[in-house]
């Protein structure tokens, strides 16, 4: 699938049919140092709560942070979800699933030890997965990579993904894209048009899933990407947001377009 062009079009206008999928930092919040330090602006979870509602529940959030850690910087809303890029999925219904925990003892040992060397590094272990974040030392990129590449190197049941100034250790064949997949076999989203907004690289393989269907990937912020809109910032993410759930009070039974073709050029 080709890269989007330069000069990508703006999101089209969110339609009644749509399934919309949201990635979290970087999309829906601005990113910080480190994962807890970010901040959440009051008017995005009653903004969420509202469209959760107007898209007959068809909003999930798809991210590589845990399910708990989004629920409690999303409370009380307790959204459709999958945490660590698919390793954790709950459903409409609420009901949980989860992959096996993969060894990660030798995996967390080297990271540890990784960060007890160079300062500025912070390990993160999630249930199935060991991050590093470099953010506070983006010039230990391939110190980090290095090593952690190493670790996986024998054993093929692990992955390693580049993130934002983040390598992790993942379970092999676990993505954004397979978690959409996922959700897009279900109710309320089977049958309608998905719709994916994601800032990284680790979204480009729920990009990849969500064009070949019909719907509308969106790229936030800079870099190349295979989605075919583009918006700026999570600001932006916001203002759109905002601008969906306005349209789609003001016209009920109605749907906007969501088709790709009618978006307007961005500006920029």
Not at 37 to 46: D, G, K, Q, R, T
Not at 52 to 73: H, P
Not at 134 to 152: F, G, H, K, T
Not at 193 to 200: E, I
């Amino acid at each position: 699938m080709p890269k989007s062009s330069s000069n990508p079009p703006l999101p089209p206008p969110l339609g009644q049919n749509a399934a919309l999928f949201l990635d979290f930092d970087g999309t829906l919040v601005g990113l910080a140092p480190t994962p807890e330090a970010i901040e959440i602006p009051p008017a995005l979870v009653p903004l969420l709560g509202d469209l959760r509602d107007q898209l007959g529940g068809a909003l999930a959030v798809v991210s590589g942070r845990q399910i708990d850690s989004i629920d409690r910087f999303l409370a009380p809303l307790r959204l459709p979800a999958a945490g660590e890029h698919g390793v954790q999925r709950r459903d409409a219904e609420g009901r949980m699933q989860e992959q096996r925990a993969p060894d990660l003892v030798p995996i967390l040992d080297i990271a540890n030890e990784l960060a007890r060397v160079h300062e500025g590094l912070l390990v993160e272990r999630k249930h199935a997965a060991i991050a590093l974040h470099y953010r506070l030392a983006p010039q230990l990129e391939a110190v980090c990579r290095d090593a952690m590449s190493r670790a996986i190197a024998h054993d093929p049941m692990l992955e390693l993904m580049h993130g934002k100034f983040v390598f992790e250790v993942k379970p092999s064949g676990v993505n954004k894209g397979v978690a959409i997949d996922a959700f897009m076999a279900e109710a309320p989203f089977a049958g309608r048009v998905p719709v994916f907004l994601g800032d990284d690289t680790t979204d480009e393989s729920g990009f990849a899933v969500v064009q070949p269907r019909g719907g509308v990937a969106v790229k936030v912020g800079s870099g190349s990407s295979l989605a075919l809109h583009r918006l700026e910032s999570p600001l932006a993410v916001y203002e759109w947001l905002v601008q969906a759930r306005d349209l789609l009070a003001a016209r009920p039974g109605k749907e906007t377009s969501s088709r790709p073709e009618d978006s307007p050029r961005s500006p920029r």
